[in-house]
């Protein structure tokens, strides 16, 4: 259809259509000022962002046309695509296909846990990490020396310029310098929020995912996204390339006419992935087998990779191993200092541009420790923080549109069971979807997600998508991807004659089909991508208007 579709019933229907009221909006200083960073825009006057984009015939040649587009044609241009779409489009010719037909948000589902963190958390909120001891009688000597976690996902992550080494180094430095020379009784590592330490993989996550780095789980304390690669050279031979890693590895491969292994996680305590059983077998000769692995154990890597910094830093260490563990709390009068990371609005570059699921499982259950309930674990109290945020979706826009808002409208229509979109069992609408974009231009930590959505063209997800159209350097949307669900949702921006962005056109393309045809689904959502760039900034000067 060649029209913008809605629900029949009335309260859906006023619901629907303020949809269609045009947008007027421009950054404020604030907004403008971050969004000049890693964004190819550049700061001019207070409220305004200028971003370079071609000239009129480098863009569209000599053939372009003010003819509004076929949507559908667009979409299926044989008309047997085997392909199903769930499609809102704004802009002067709205569209609606399949708008409240339910989808697996996959990775688009980070927009709903980036726009929850910049909400409840803040652009300028950092995660901390405490470092304290206890005094002795001597200035040179240190007693019980304890970290205290809470989360923060970017220990050892490159995308922040650091390595497996770099906070511990860090610590011991400092300790160091202040003029430490022994350090004696325990060594610990504490979660300063306990729930913490109760992992548990979100519902309808496939058991291969459970395996897979990208499926590591967030804890108190984390060290390159709690992934590390374990290396197999022989039936008996296989260790981690990483140092520290303390997770047990037991081998059980027998030498046979080829080498065929298969890993299986083993719980410990409670804990999933607690230890590997690597078994099959091995062909004499065979290459090194190496295998990236989730590591749900990261306390005890930091402490390991901690203790061999401190003594190349020339600490003396007589710890003792045999006081039992007793959870403690951080003091507000203990000697010592903080790590902080970098800030949420940074955190959430490579989290949305790269799609990195690590940091959407950790932020849902921050989100948990900090607002939820506290008799609850923190992965359902991120779930139910995440209810909180979804039941305020529309109420900017009601209001704007001058309708009764209704609080939870959407509930039935976003439905997350996790904070990165690994869930099949998580649902979505294009109609829910459209809305949330629809009114985030209008919330004052905007700027913080337009500068995080890939750029199409330029980096992240989208760095070798439509290169060479007109939306190339000026959409920003998120993908996502799931077996059989390929998903393209962002923004096209619309500019005025200095060729500042003063409008954010939303657009929503869901699509469902076999693995097969992802190809089919990607080429569907670049060409409408393509369209609504070429129609929506069709009158103005730099297009040859």
């Given at each position: 259809m060649n029209h913008l579709s809605r629900n029949s019933d009335a309260v859906s229907f006023r619901w629907a259509r303020w949809l269609l009221v045009p947008l007027a909006l421009t950054f404020s200083t604030a907004q403008a000022a971050s969004e000049s960073r890693r964004s190819g825009a550049s700061l001019l006057a207070a409220g305004e962002v200028r971003i370079s984009i071609p000239d009129?015939?480098?863009?569209?040649?000599?053939?372009?046309?003010?003819?509004?587009?076929?949507?559908?044609?667009?979409?299926?241009?044989?008309?047997?695509?085997?392909?199903?779409?769930?499609?809102?489009?704004?802009?002067?010719?709205?569209?609606?296909?399949?708008?409240r037909i339910y989808f697996p948000p996959a990775s688009v589902s980070k927009i709903f846990t980036s726009l929850a963190a910049l909400r409840y958390l803040g652009p300028s909120f950092r995660f901390t990490t405490d470092v304290q001891w206890e005094k002795t009688n001597s200035s040179h000597q240190i007693r019980n020396l304890k970290l205290f976690g809470r989360g923060d996902p970017t220990w050892g992550m490159?995308?922040?310029?650091?390595?497996?080494?770099?906070?511990?180094?860090?610590?011991?430095?400092?300790?160091?310098?202040?003029?430490?020379?022994?350090?004696?009784?325990?060594?610990?590592?504490?979660?300063?929020?306990?729930?913490w330490d109760h992992l548990e993989f979100p519902e309808g996550w496939d058991e291969s995912d459970q395996l897979k780095c990208y499926g590591a789980l967030p804890q108190s304390f984390n060290l390159d996204v709690n992934c590390a690669s374990y290396e197999v050279r022989g039936p008996t031979s296989g260790s981690w390339q990483s140092k520290g890693v303390a997770t047990p590895v037991e081998l059980s491969i027998v030498r046979g006419t080829r080498t065929n292994l298969r890993v299986e996680p083993i719980s410990v305590n409670g804990m999933p992935n607690g230890r590997y059983l690597i078994s099959g077998t091995w062909k004499a000769g065979s290459d090194p087998v190496s295998f990236d692995l989730p590591i749900h154990d990261a306390k005890s890597w930091i402490r390991n990779l901690l203790i061999l910094a401190l003594e190349e830093q020339g600490i003396v260490?007589?710890?003792?191993?045999?006081?039992?563990?007793?959870?403690?709390?951080?003091?507000?009068?203990?000697?010592?200092?903080t790590l902080s990371s970098p800030p949420l609005s940074?955190?959430?570059?490579?989290?949305?541009?790269?799609?990195i699921n690590f940091i959407g499982e950790d932020l849902q259950r921050k989100l948990g420790s900090v607002r939820g309930n506290e008799s609850d674990s923190l992965l359902l109290a991120g779930q139910k923080v995440m209810k909180e945020f979804i039941s305020t979706i529309g109420l900017v826009n009601a209001e704007f549109a001058k309708v009764t808002p209704i609080p939870g409208y959407f509930l039935d229509q976003v439905v997350l069971y996790d904070g990165c979109g690994l869930s099949k069992k998580s649902q979505v609408t294009s109609q829910a979807l459209m809305v949330t974009l629809r009114e985030a231009p209008f919330k004052d930590n905007f700027s913080h997600l337009w500068d995080a959505f890939p750029i199409a063209g330029v980096d992240g997800t989208l760095a070798t998508r439509m290169k060479g159209t007109v939306a190339e350097g000026?959409?920003?949307?998120?993908?996502?991807?799931?077996?059989?669900?390929?998903?393209?949702?962002?923004?096209?921006?619309?500019?005025?004659?200095?060729?500042?962005?003063?409008?954010f056109i939303p657009f929503i393309v869901l699509s469902q089909t076999t693995s097969s045809h992802k190809a089919e689904a990607h080429a569907a959502q670049d060409r409408v991508a393509v369209a609504l760039t070429r129609m929506i900034n069709s009158s103005l000067f730099l297009f040859g208007n």
């Open positions: 009129s015939e480098s863009i569209f040649g000599h053939d372009h046309k003010d003819t509004p587009p076929n949507w559908g044609k667009i979409l299926d241009p044989t008309g047997n695509s085997p392909v199903q779409y769930g499609v809102e489009l704004l802009g002067p010719s709205p569209y609606a296909e399949n708008e490159s995308e922040f310029g650091e390595n497996n080494r770099t906070r511990v180094n860090q610590i011991a430095e400092k300790i160091g310098a202040a003029g430490v020379q022994k350090i004696t009784g325990t060594l610990d590592l504490f979660s300063a929020d306990p729930r260490l007589e710890l003792d191993r045999n006081v039992p563990f007793i959870q403690r709390a951080p003091l507000t009068d203990a000697p010592g200092f940074e955190i959430m570059k490579p989290f949305v541009k790269d799609s000026v959409v920003r949307a998120k993908t996502g991807t799931l077996t059989g669900s390929y998903h393209l949702s962002g923004y096209v921006p619309r500019f005025d004659e200095r060729r500042t962005a003063v409008e």
